[in-house]
């Protein structure tokens, strides 16, 4: 079964540059939910998206925007980065054929600011 | 997330059942999950509950929710070294549009 896809899959960026990562939803979803995760801790919510528009809000710095698009791949954003944005950041998506509370996950970018 | 908790280590022995325990403190939770991470490797969706519910059994996995005591445990039977992975209990509610707030994970280490 298809999964969800993250591109790209490991990013190197300096600090006060700026990054877009991508995100392509299993077939049918419509719910796109983005999640940080730095080393030793757990995934913080940070942005979520239905049907191409903002749904809810958690710990997202100003720094950073995120949007869906028209055939549900989403992209976030991040500018300025620092040195403490170095983490896992996944992607997960909901909706289509299975229900609306179970999220599946992509594996992930890791995203390294020097 | 600060609002649940989970213990950090749990090592067993092949063959044995292994319990993950958890504590939330929003009542209002709906769904109760457990994802399971394995090192490097994205979250892997193993089970959730509904809040209304007790127990749900799935092959291996057994849930349990103690609801008055906020409490939820993942018993997984047999385990195997394959299972040694972080497993994270989480908890959403649908009108956060069910985004999950996680426990620090619980790290599993299964020996021969």
């Known amino acids: 079964a298809a999964g969800v896809i993250q591109s790209p899959r490991h990013l190197i960026k300096e600090k006060r540059e700026t990054a877009t990562l991508k995100c392509y939803p299993i077939?049918?979803?419509?719910?796109v939910y983005w999640y940080q995760q730095g080393p030793g801790q757990d995934p913080q919510f940070l942005i979520s998206?239905?049907?191409?528009?903002?749904?809810d809000k958690g710990s997202i710095p100003d720094r950073f925007s995120a949007q869906q698009f028209s055939d549900y791949h989403s992209e976030l954003n991040m500018s300025s980065l620092e040195l403490g944005d170095s983490a896992l950041y996944f992607c997960?998506?909901?909706?289509?054929?299975?229900?609306?509370?179970?999220?599946?996950f992509g594996p992930g970018t890791r995203l390294t600011v020097l | 997330g600060e609002d649940v908790e989970q213990s950090l280590f749990l090592s067993v022995r092949e063959g044995d059942s292994s319990v993950i325990n958890c504590t939330y403190t929003?009542?209002?939770?709906?769904?109760l999950y457990w994802y399971k991470q394995e090192p490097g490797a994205g979250l892997q969706l193993l089970t959730y509950?509904?809040?209304?519910?007790d127990m749900k059994q799935d092959q291996r996995l057994t849930v349990l929710l103690n609801k008055k005591d906020k409490h939820l445990s993942l018993r997984i039977a047999d385990t195997q070294t394959g299972d040694s992975a972080i497993y994270f209990c989480?908890?959403?509610?649908?009108?956060?549009?069910?985004?999950?707030?996680f426990g620090k994970g619980t790290s599993l280490l299964v020996t021969p």
């Open positions: 997960a998506s909901s909706g289509g054929d299975s229900r609306a509370n179970e999220q599946f």
């Open positions: 077939p049918r979803h419509d719910t």
């Open positions: 998206f239905y049907e191409k528009m903002q749904s």
């Open positions: 929003d009542s209002s939770s709906t769904y």
């Open positions: 509950i509904f809040s209304n519910m």
């Open positions: 989480a908890e959403a509610k649908p009108n956060s549009g069910y985004a999950l707030n």
